[in-house]
């Protein structure tokens, strides 16, 4: 038996299930995904659930079951089941699907926190940070950066400086999986109920991090130390694990690219130090670019904004105004084309 509220659970998500015309099956929470097939956690134990042939149809991609959407499911045996209906998503971490213009591909739902994982060597990049950011705060999540690897030495002075303008904006840990007072501390944040993600490049030690705080084996780690980020991936799928008496941790295999999907300028402003400057530009539409009395510019020239905090500001916009551009021209399209359905239907009736 699993007691749900573990998992996160609560009143909530119990309205929204009343409001599903299959309210009298059994909900559950997706903690694998396979090919096909979805691994869900319920009251009567773990079920291997394929999706009803109505869920298969008309739906894109990133609207498929998740890791951490709550699901509707029928059971036909003792651990296998259907699924007819998702719950209605919140706080969902997304990134740009690979090979897309504008499509979005669902990392995880129902997420609380975000722990932005790197270690303490050649994967540390400020800016990487910045991005991963922008996109967590997009949907209302807790961004929390953890470093790893704290065992092999670094320069703390050089990583607080290059961090500096982000500290009052995101928690920071600094953990070694040797240091098991680290571990404690950040073990010690996590709250009972809520739900974490993990990412980052892969190597940098998600699935060790996750381990150490479980004590216990639970996920497959890289057997070789790959200092460069650039080895095999390790973890190949999305798994969700509780932490006992705490928090719901989801490992995610490494990503080597983290495509922007959020549009909201504002966050931008606001992580990259540009929201109490743009304040007092002399334009309220100054794009910080070249425009007269811009207090960004202004900064920027007596050395108060960092060039390189300005220049990811500017690639991160461009970034985010090019998919929500095309992401916009692609609904368009949409529309004219299910218009254009409408209309040969009304004619050929
Ligand atoms: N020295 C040291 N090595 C670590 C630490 N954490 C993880 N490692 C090593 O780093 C390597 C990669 O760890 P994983 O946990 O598999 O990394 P991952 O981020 O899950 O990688 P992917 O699953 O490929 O995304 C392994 O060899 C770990 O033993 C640490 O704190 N210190
Ligand atoms: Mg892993
Ligand atoms: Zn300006």
Redesign the pocket.
Known sequence: MNNLSLYGWNNTLFQQKQSSPFNNFSHGRVSVVHRTCYEVIAEDGLFLCELTGNMLYGRTSEEYPCTGDWVIFQPIDQDKGIIYDILPRTKTLYRKKIGTISERQAIAVHVDKAFI?Q?LDANFNVRRIERFMFQILDEGITPVLVL?????GFDEEEIKHSLKHLSDKIPIFI?????PEKIDTLRKYIKQGETIVFT??????????I??LCQEEI????????STGK?????TRREMVLLNNSGILI????VREFGITSDKANILSSVLDISNLEKSCRYKDCTHTNEPGCSVIEALLNGTLDTSVYESYLKLRKEAYHFSASEQEKRKKDKSFGKMLKDYKKHSQ
Do not use: E
């Open positions: 994982v270690s790893t690897k704290a065992d092999l953990t070694s999986v040797h240091f980052g490049s892969s190597g940098v030690g998600k699935s060790s991090l381990n150490a996920l497959a780690t890289s057997s070789i130390s790959d080895g095999r991936h390790t973890s490992d995610s295999p490494g």
